[in-house]
Structure formats: structure tokens, C-alpha cells
């Protein structure tokens, strides 16, 4: 199927991990100075294609996970990915995606506003019912479309810049996500079973 990230996609499924595992793992994994740099001249090569890349990256999301056609009810009884390629509402979506990818890419030199930025988009795919094993899946066909675009200035070390990019905001929006999911399921239980917050120890 051509390009395969398997550092990406391995770590897709989204285990049962405390809000601090997350906070703790996102910390640790945000990309250092050099790739920053790395990540930022990469993009304005990207820049020129991203509708062309959005498209590209998400027929391939759904040629190697046909599964993650679930989640968008507009493309779920699409079969022919020609019709795919054609579709004014995937361009949109692909464009909406990579509007966060440059969002996040303007926000490598603050991370607290890639941070909320990141947690409030994992809190708005709870409510799309978009759960948490697909995010990596994007960040991968990403990486397999940038590559023809960038030719020969795509390294081994500019695609482990982009890998760990992803993996960090993939983390926060995993974070984000299990936040608003607890919520729900706080907001949810009656009035008795919550806990009662006046008893908590301080």
C-alpha cells in the first residue's frame, strides 16, 4: 500500500490511562528546538499544497482504515474512493485539518496555546464521536502525503520531526477527550451518586 509509519499507527490504541499518564506523556514528547526549525521550513513547502495534501491524506485514511469511514457519516457508504477524491466535503474537512496542522505548527514556540488548542480539539471529538484509536491513524497518512511534496528535502530526521509532532498532539487530544468524557459522565449521574465535593479532603 506504499508508505507505511509504523511508529505512528502502532501506538493508535488509546489504553486506559490516568489524565495525569497523559499530561506526564505529552510533557515529555514535544518536539526539541532543531525539529521545531525542521517543522517550520517543511511547512511552507506543505503550505502551497494543503488542499491537495488534505484530500490525498484522508482517501488514504480511508483506503488503509476503511473502518474510520464510521466516524464521518457523510463518506460511510462511499466504496469508490474516485467519488471520494471528488468530494467538495472531504476538501472542506481535509482543509479543516490541516488549518489545525498550521495552527499547531504557529504555536511550536508557545506550547501552552498548542496545548489548549490540542485538549479542546480531543474534547470536541468526544462529541463527535470520534474516539481516540483513529488520531494517530492521521498523522501517519500525513507524513505519506507531505513526502512526494517535499522530495528530496524529506529525511530520516524532518519525518521523525513531524512523528513526534503528531505524537505529542495526538497525546493532548487523547488527554482532552477523556476529560470531556468524564465530565459527561459526571454531568450524567444523578445528583446522589456525584461526589460530594464538600467532603473531599483538601
Known amino acids: 500500500m506504499g508508505c507505511a509509519i509504523s511508529g505512528l499507527a502502532a501506538k493508535a490504541e488509546?489504553?486506559?490511562r490516568t489524565t495525569e499518564d497523559a499530561a506526564a506523556a505529552a510533557a515529555a514528547a514535544h518536539p526539541r528546538e532543531d525539529q521545531i526549525q525542521m517543522i517550520k521550513e517543511s511547512w511552507k513547502v506543505i503550505r502551497d499544497d494543503i488542499a491537495k495534501v488534505g484530500i490525498i491524506?484522508?482517501?488514504r485514511?480511508?483506503?488503509t482504515h476503511p473502518e474510520c469511514k464510521d466516524v464521518f457519516f457523510l463518506f460511510r457508504d462511499v466504496e469508490d474512493l474516485e467519488?471520494?477524491?471528488?468530494?467538495?466535503?472531504l476538501r472542506a474537512h481535509g482543509l479543516r485539518v490541516m488549518s489545525f496542522i498550521e495552527k499547531s505548527v504557529a504555536r511550536l514556540d508557545q506550547l501552552e496555546r498548542l496545548e489548549a488548542l490540542a485538549l479542546e480539539l480531543g474534547k470536541s471529538h468526544y462529541h463527535y464521536n470520534a474516539p481516540p484509536k483513529y488520531?494517530?491513524?492521521v498523522g501517519a497518512e500525513f507524513i505519506c502525503a507531505v513526502q512526494p511534496i517535499l522530495k528530496e528535502?524529506?529525511?530520516?530526521?524532518?519525518?521523525e520531526a513531524w512523528k513526534t509532532l503528531f505524537q505529542y498532539v495526538t497525546t493532548l487530544m487523547k488527554q482532552g477527550y477523556l476529560e470531556e468524557?468524564?465530565?459527561q459522565r459526571q454531568l450524567a449521574l444523578s445528583p446522589k451518586e456525584r461526589p460530594d465535593k464538600r467532603n473531599t479532603a483538601l
Not at 83 to 89: C, I, N, T
Open 57 to 59: 491524506m484522508f482517501v
Open 153 to 159: 528535502r524529506w529525511t530520516p530526521e524532518l519525518e
Open 135 to 137: 488520531y494517530s491513524y
Open 61 to 63: 485514511l480511508f483506503e
Open 181 to 183: 468524557s468524564n465530565r
Open 14 to 16: 488509546f489504553g486506559e
Open 83 to 89: 467519488r471520494l477524491r471528488s468530494s467538495r466535503e
